[in-house]
């Protein structure tokens, strides 16, 4: 087993940067979904409401991050700000973030038809990894959901689509890490592996949500809800909801590259059905 994709999201809900090589911090992989829109409640926006939002890309290194769309240049900015801190709402529960530039919140807020800003998160406040999604003392996320990785194998999604009448591939489900030359949902039974020289901790299966029906070039939802309809028939989870992929969290730091080798240390019954 092995690592055949490194992805990274920058602005959560944004087009997918795969890298060949990235630093594994507790937050997860650099620079991945550090940045989040925002509206005037200080409610995150994704593209489950806005599905134009995954056509913004993002030119990012650690002095700081150009945004696009459609490779034209929307706007610059850094990766520190000296905005107050303030508290933010990602889905279920809090974090802290700091507002970044006036002109791209302008541009967002034209952009998605709603005011909202633009806003890095705050690293010097922790946003734990909430103990019902398994998290530890110890364990942070970003703006990511839940977990600050997300895991899913080649060959999950290969056995999906032999149930599809209309083939996704595997960026539909949003990963951070893709394993290939594994066994079908083999991710399912992982709780503490190997990557390269780095361990994690598996947390519990991705209950997948209605982002996963939205077409990334069309941004058109699918009209019988696919993937969802069909996983439901197979991959439900222990709370009902329908379960592709893994959450994780990092052991320990450290680089992690494409073609690193999966080892599994330890491994846990979760069981799936209909």
Request: net charge neutral.
């Amino acid at each position: 087993m092995y690592v055949s994709d490194l992805i990274i999201y920058p602005l959560k809900s944004s087009k997918p940067i795969s890298v060949d090589q990235s630093t594994l911090t507790d937050l997860g992989l650099e620079f991945d979904r550090i940045f989040g829109l925002f509206d005037q409640d200080l409610k995150i926006l994704t593209a489950r409401e806005y599905p134009q939002i995954l056509d913004i890309s993002c030119d990012i290194n650690a002095s700081g991050v150009t945004f696009k769309l459609k490779d034209e240049v929307i706007g610059q900015c850094s990766l520190q700000s000296s905005s107050a801190s303030t508290a933010v709402h990602i889905h279920s529960y809090s974090g802290y973030a700091q507002r970044v530039s006036a002109q791209l919140d302008i541009w967002f807020s034209n952009y998605l038809d709603t005011l909202c800003q633009l806003m890095i998160f705050d690293a010097t406040k922790k946003r734990p990894v909430l103990a019902k999604h398994g998290g530890q003392e110890n364990d942070v996320v970003s703006f990511s959901d839940q977990s600050p990785l997300l895991l899913i194998s080649n060959p999950s999604v290969a056995d999906l689509n032999t149930r599809l009448n209309e083939k996704i591939k595997v960026d539909r489900f949003r990963a951070n890490i893709v394993i290939d030359d594994c066994a079908p949902f083999e991710e399912d039974s992982w709780e503490i592996i190997k990557i390269g020289s780095v361990k994690l901790r598996v947390i519990h299966q991705c209950e997948r949500c209605v982002l996963t029906t939205i077409d990334p070039i069309t941004k058109l939802k699918h009209h019988m809800m696919e993937p969802l309809r069909t996983l439901a028939k197979y991959r439900k989870g222990p709370n009902g909801g329908v379960v592709l992929g893994v959450r994780a969290v990092p052991i320990e730091n450290g680089q992690i590259r494409k073609g690193d080798k999966l080892e599994v240390i330890k491994s846990v019954e979760r069981p799936v059905g209909s």
